[in-house]
Each structure stands twice: as structure tokens, then as C-alpha cells.
């Protein structure tokens, strides 16, 4: 029993199969939480990367206040599937992007976890009902989608199909909730979730205005982190909009403005992502990122979201 | 001279046509700076909409640590526009977004002010070229675009038409800088700029996501600020992406992801802003608003975009 904890309540105990980048940023914020996490991963230098990656992750997690007097030890990659599966109520399936090796691995943990587990998979390209296809009892599969690094960014999408069963959906819903995650659930599946397909459509416009020469990469990143960017992080695109047109709110909104929205939308396009364009892209990020490294950069992402999000949670 | 200000540099006295939502918080961001701002409103209300906009600005710059021991009076609506006009070397045009009325009005101050003043419209709708067909020295006019609420949110879109000359424009970038905002120029115009051309992308699939059932309002606004929101508070979408696939950065990210956006933007769609679709939306608004009002959800977002503000300026 952890004393800091201060709960009768028994903590689940989380499989994680992969642990890259997702499963590894997901296990140090569940360990800071008090949650036992048994992991597997077959590649041979997955305990370096793991151990790196959770050591980088908890200093954030301390200066959010998360996790304070929680040993930080309570994570163990198993030689197995069988075994980083023994005895856990969640699986969580975060492997490389690669739709059959998915869905033979997802059949396999089908094989080794009880019948009461749910199994949820990161994937931010397939739908759950293409996860399902080789499992015999597809009602325990669901999406669980974090963003990058999910033990700042609270968002998790949870997108079941027409074959998942509202209490898996349920179950893990309550569990992100417990780690203060914001999980959001989707009706019904779609290619990109929600807010991938909401970046994508901002990603197509941030690369057609410099495919069209209107401004530079580091312009269109200017213009977002100090604009619409900023609100952004404060309130959705919506309720934006509610509060832009005077105490009207969105009604007068979308009478008044709404078909300057309509046209804006006939003026966007979709670029062709060419060799050249990504050259020029390329040349883009890299003169906007002075010289600093890709680990530096992500560095100083993560430090200025830690403060971010204290300034937000504070003013909430 | 004003003791705290320190400098013997002259500031420049600005007039500022419209004294509206964007006028008057300019006039507050002004003034917090120690300039002189000159103000011209035909209507009424005028005086008493300035008074209170101004008054609700100013506490949040304070907090933001601008214009401690400055003088908060230093501005004033003319009974005439020549009057609001004399003397300024910087003419900020910020009324309604109606053409006509912004050409007309354009052409008249041109007949008030000095040779060598520049007119910067604040036009979210219209180009350059369209605001200088009645001038008839449409070389210093540009539009100087700020975003909601201007004297918290810093970015300022520079766009000049082709008939605009260079010294304007410099003159527009180091007024904007000196008083703490990030103008970004576009190499040339374009509909809605640069940052409403990407909220508009990003908004067309906000209302797709809603028309198509996909989520309710209060779910794609909650997947923004809970996710995509808080990392482009901190980066553009673009060095987001440089650090999304690992050491190899952007080069690699667009080599192995290119296709994957390429495939969502195909699946991206232009919904109709029918009577139906807008009650929709508006319904999840209010819903999401939790019975708070417009007036009072704004003092919210400035309350938190200040925290937000002031944590991003101490993380750099």
C-alpha cells in the first residue's frame, strides 16, 4: 500500500505492449499515478529506450505536481506477451503503425489476457473495426488515441466500432479519467479520429500557403503559435467564434460571418506534398529551428507545455 | 515626459478611426505603452463603449506587467476626423468590415492627415489592393490585421498589395514591434491572410465533424484546447510535425506521414452553413456554455489567455 496514495481503492494493473515513444510517455505518467505497468516490447534495445524516455518524462510530471511521494520503479518490460499480460484488466497496444502486424498481434494478446480484459490500441490511422477483423471476441477492442507526448497533452480519443461494447468503452473512459486524462469519445469511427482530421485540415492551409509562396514555413508557424494558437489552447474553435461577434454570440456569428467562412472555404486547396515542396518545407523547419537539435527542440516544447498547462490548470 | 517610460526617443502620436472591440483594445495596448492615441467614432455610444472596453483591458495588462506607472488617460475621441487626424504619423482604420464604407473613408483620411502618415487598415475580410482604389496615394496604405483581443494576442498580419511601398510597411512592423506584438508580413495578399485562412481550415472541419455526427460541439472543441490547442500555444504545425517522427525530424516525418495526411485531406469536406446545421451548432455552443454568458466567457478566455501568456513569456 502506497501511504501517499491514501486510497482502499485497488489500482489496475496496465499491460503496455510497445514501448516507444506512446507506451513509454504512458507508463511514466500511470507509474506517477500509482499504477503498476507491465510492458513488452521484442526489440532488443527496448529497455535503454524505455528507461531514457520514463527518465525524461517524470521531471515534467514532478512539475505538474503529479505523482509526488509515488515510487517510480513500478514498471517491468516481461520476456512475453503472457506474461506483461498476467493478470492485468487493460492492454494497452501501442506498436508501430502497421495494420496487419496489428492485427495479428492483437489476436495473439486476445489469446493470453482473462476474459474481462479490455484492450485498447493507440493507433492514430486505423479504425477499431480494422483491428477487429482477426479477434474472436472483437466487443473488448476499442481505440484509445493520446497525442504527442501524452503524459503532458490530456486529450485521448475513444473511438469503438459498431462491434465494441459500451462496457469496454466505458471501463477505459473512467481509467483515462483517472489519470487525468481528458478522454473524448467519438459516435462513430472515422479515418483521423476528431482532432487529427482537425490538424490535417489545418496542415493542408499551413502547407498550400507556403506551396503558393503567400508566406514562409516560419511565418505560418508565427502566425499560429502567436495568434489563433494561443486561443487555442484556451478554447475550442466553437466557442471562439461564440465570443467574435459582439453579445450576440454565435448566432450573430454565423448570420454575419458565416459567409466569410464559406468563402475562405472555396479559396482553400490541396497541395501536392512533391519532392520539391518537401525540400522547401524541410529548408523551412530547419532554418526556424536555429541549429537546435531535434531532442532539443522537444525539450523545450515539453518544458514551455509543463508551464502552459500549470497556468491553465491554475486558472481553471 | 513621463519618468518611467526612461527614454528620450519621441513616440509616435496615433490616430485610431473606429473605436470599437479591435480599436479600443488597441488604444488600451497604446496608451499602456505611453503613445498617444487620437480617437474618431461617429456613433453615440462612442465615449461610453471606449471607457469600458479600455477599462476592461487594462487590468490584464497589468498582470501582463505593461505600462506599470504609465499614465492610463492618454487618449481621446475628436469631434472630427480631421481633428482625431492631426498631428499622427500612423492612422489605424478599425471600423466594420463593409468596403464601400472602408474605401470611402480611406479616401477622406488621405485628405487629413500628413504626407508622410501611414494608414494601416485593420480589414479581416478585404485585401490591400480593394481598400486602395479610391486613394489617390495608395502607396503608404497596408492592412496591419490583429487578432482577438488585440492587446493580448501578439501576432499582427503585415500585407501590403503590390502598389504598397516598402517604406510603409517597415514603418507599420517596428510601430507593432515596439509595442510588443509580432507582426508577421505575407509576401503578398491573400483572402483572409495567413492565421484566417488556417482557422478557417481548421473551423471547416470543426462544423464537418458536427454536420456529419461524428462528435457534438462541446467534443471537437474540447478536442482542441485538450489537445492540438496546447502544443500550437507552444509551435507552429509545421516544427510540431519536425518533431513527430523521431531523430530524423521533418524529413522523415513527411517520408513516412506525408501520405497519411495526404489520405485525410482527401477525406476532408465542405459542409453547407444551412439554417439547420447553424442551430445545431449554436445549440451545442449554448450547451457548452453552461448558461455563462458571452460577456462573461470573454472575461474567462482573456483571464486565461493572460496565464497562458505569462507562462509562455517566462518559459523563453
Redesign the interface.
Known amino acids: 500500500m502506497i501511504e501517499s496514495h491514501g486510497s482502499e481503492y485497488a489500482l489496475p494493473v496496465v499491460a503496455v505492449v510497445g514501448a516507444g515513444?506512446i507506451g513509454a510517455s504512458l507508463t511514466a505518467l500511470f507509474v506517477a499515478h500509482g499504477i503498476e505497468v507491465r510492458l513488452f516490447d521484442k526489440r532488443a534495445d527496448a529497455q535503454v529506450l524505455l528507461e531514457q524516455l520514463v527518465l525524461e518524462a517524470l521531471p515534467d510530471l514532478d512539475r505538474l505536481g503529479i505523482g509526488h511521494g509515488v515510487p517510480r520503479g513500478n514498471y517491468r518490460l516481461w520476456p512475453t506477451l503472457q506474461e506483461a499480460c498476467h493478470g492485468v484488466t487493460l492492454v494497452i497496444e501501442a506498436t508501430a503503425e502497421r495494420l496487419d502486424a496489428k492485427q495479428c498481434l492483437l489476436a495473439e494478446i486476445e489469446t493470453v489476457v482473462s476474459a474481462e480484459a479490455v484492450i485498447a490500441s493507440t493507433t492514430s490511422?486505423f479504425l477499431p473495426s480494422q483491428l477487429q477483423v482477426r479477434m474472436t471476441s472483437p466487443a473488448r477492442l476499442l481505440v484509445a488515441h493520446p497525442?504527442?507526448p501524452p503524459h503532458?497533452?490530456?486529450?485521448v480519443?475513444i473511438v469503438g466500432s459498431s462491434r465494441t461494447q459500451g462496457w469496454a468503452i466505458d471501463r477505459v473512459i473512467e481509467f483515462f479519467t483517472s489519470v487525468g486524462r481528458?478522454p473524448?469519445?467519438?459516435?462513430?469511427e472515422?479515418?483521423?479520429h476528431?482532432?487529427?482530421?482537425?490538424?490535417?485540415?489545418?496542415?493542408?492551409?499551413?502547407v498550400s500557403?507556403v506551396a503558393?509562396?503567400?508566406?514562409t514555413?516560419q511565418?505560418?508557424?508565427?502566425?499560429?503559435?502567436?495568434?489563433?494558437?494561443?486561443?487555442?489552447?484556451?478554447?475550442?474553435?466553437?466557442?471562439i467564434?461564440?465570443?467574435?461577434a459582439?453579445?450576440?454570440?454565435?448566432?450573430q456569428y454565423?448570420?454575419h460571418l458565416?459567409?466569410?467562412?464559406?468563402?475562405?472555404?472555396?479559396?482553400?486547396r490541396?497541395p501536392?506534398?512533391t519532392r520539391e515542396l518537401?525540400d522547401q518545407?524541410?529548408a523551412?523547419?530547419?532554418l526556424?529551428?536555429k541549429g537546435a537539435?531535434?531532442?532539443e527542440?522537444?525539450l523545450q516544447?515539453d518544458?514551455?507545455?509543463v508551464?502552459?498547462?500549470?497556468?491553465?490548470n491554475?486558472?481553471?
Not at 194 to 206: D, I, Q, S, V
Not at 258 to 268: F, V
Request: net charge positive.
Open positions: 515513444t490511422s497525442f504527442n503532458l497533452v490530456p486529450l480519443e481528458k473524448v469519445r467519438l459516435n462513430r472515422s479515418v483521423g476528431l482532432a487529427n482530421r482537425l490538424t490535417a485540415a489545418l496542415y493542408r492551409e499551413a500557403l503558393d509562396g503567400i508566406a514555413v511565418d505560418v508557424d508565427d502566425a499560429v503559435r502567436y495568434g489563433p494558437g494561443l486561443r487555442w489552447a484556451v478554447m475550442g474553435p466553437h466557442m467564434y461564440h465570443l467574435a459582439g453579445d450576440g454570440g454565435y448566432r454565423l448570420e458565416g459567409p466569410t467562412q464559406e468563402a475562405r472555404w472555396k479559396d482553400l490541396t501536392a506534398l518537401c518545407l524541410v523551412g523547419v530547419e526556424a529551428a537539435s531535434v531532442g527542440l522537444r516544447r518544458s514551455t507545455l508551464s502552459v498547462l500549470r497556468a491553465i491554475k486558472a481553471e
